[in-house]
């Protein structure tokens, strides 16, 4: 039992210093490099944030609660006046939702003020397409 927990305390040491060791040398790095990724992590953080909301938002109006599905795609929205451009993968998925939106709008017989709102709001998001 002893020799195991002598061990784990080199293992832990072991660890700990080359953890140091490795953060050092980074460190030391990023002062010459700067990391590409870092640049770009917004925009996609957006445009995954806009492709979120667009599936809560087909999600909401698949189970008819209209109410939530609203506001939803007006975070969509208001996140596509951020973007200044997108690639052509974030646009075709884009308007494949749009698409399933419309979709399931027309086919449901209801007709409710939500209904009108969210075909509105679907058309305002093609425009930014």
């Known amino acids: 039992m002893n020799i195991v927990k002598k061990i784990r305390r080199l ?12 953060v050092q ?4 790095h990023d002062e ?27 999600y909401f109006i698949q189970q008819k609660n209209y109410s939530v ?3 939803t795609l007006q975070d969509a ?5 951020t973007r200044a451009s ?10 494949a939702m749009i698409d ?4 399931f709008m027309l086919s449901s017989l209801e007709d409710c003020q939500e209904r009108s709102v969210i075909l509105e709001m679907c058309s305002k998001i093609q425009d930014f397409l």
């Open 11 to 22: 293992a832990l040491l072991f660890i700990s210093t080359t953890t140091a060791w490795t």
């Open 69 to 71: 599905a609203v506001p």
């Open 25 to 28: 040398l980074k460190s030391s």
């Open 86 to 95: 997108m690639n052509s993968d974030d646009i075709a998925y884009i308007q």
């Open 32 to 58: 010459e490099h700067v990391d590409v990724m870092v640049d770009f992590a917004f925009p996609v953080h957006v445009v995954q944030s806009i492709r979120q909301d667009l599936n809560q938002s087909l």
């Open 77 to 81: 929205i208001s996140k596509l006046h």
């Open 100 to 103: 399933q939106i419309h979709a």
